[in-house]
């Protein structure tokens, strides 16, 4: 059985005139990502490896649940082929995990993660929302044979404030 946790990035600000790659997150972002890792956590294991886009709103979004989780900031890994959006870049990746891993946090990017978690996932998710987190299992020993799993937990920021 192999688990990896999608988590979106939380919602960041396009008010500075930097590169997709450097902006930063709104507060907004900053409280979502903090109560979905609060709520992730409260019923759920920390994956083994936790891995993230190099974006700094991915980053900083990744951080936050590293505090949350009691984590230093050396239990992560920065990954170049998490930025990406169309999803490609992140099914290669999880095909090339190292198979002594059985769960995987990844922090990123939409449409990527919506892609993934419908074509991968057994629950249609219309979009995945900023700091939005899925949990994905899948009964393979290998990742390289990756394909349909099912969607064990979806965490929506939104729903977690009504």
């Known amino acids: 059985?192999?688990?990896?946790?999608?988590?979106?990035?939380?919602?960041?600000?396009?008010?500075?005139?930097?590169?997709?790659?450097?902006?930063?997150?709104?507060?907004?972002?900053?409280?979502?990502?903090?109560?979905?890792?609060?709520?992730?956590?409260?019923?759920?294991?920390?994956?083994?490896?936790?891995?993230?886009?190099?974006?700094?709103?991915?980053?900083?979004?990744?951080?936050?649940?590293?505090?949350?989780?009691?984590?230093?900031?050396?239990?992560?890994?920065?990954?170049?082929?998490?930025?990406?959006?169309?999803?490609?870049?992140?099914?290669?990746f999880i095909k090339k995990l190292p198979n002594t891993i059985d769960s995987a946090m990844i922090f990123g990017h939409n449409h990527a993660f919506t892609s993934i978690a419908n074509i991968f996932g057994d629950r249609f998710i219309d979009n995945l929302p900023t700091s939005g987190l899925v949990k994905l299992n899948f009964d393979i020993d290998n990742w390289q044979d990756f394909k349909q799993g099912a969607t064990e937990l979806v965490i929506i920021p939104k729903e977690l404030k009504k």
């Open 1 to 92: 059985m192999k688990t990896i946790v999608l988590v979106r990035h939380g919602k960041s600000s396009w008010k500075y005139d930097v590169s997709d790659a450097e902006r930063p997150l709104k507060s907004r972002g900053v409280n979502d990502a903090k109560l979905v890792a609060n709520q992730y956590l409260g019923s759920n294991d920390v994956p083994e490896k936790i891995f993230t886009s190099p974006a700094k709103r991915a980053l900083s979004t990744c951080r936050i649940f590293m505090d949350v989780f009691g984590l230093s900031e050396n239990s992560f890994t920065i990954d170049e082929d998490l930025y990406d959006f169309s999803g490609e870049g992140v099914i290669n």
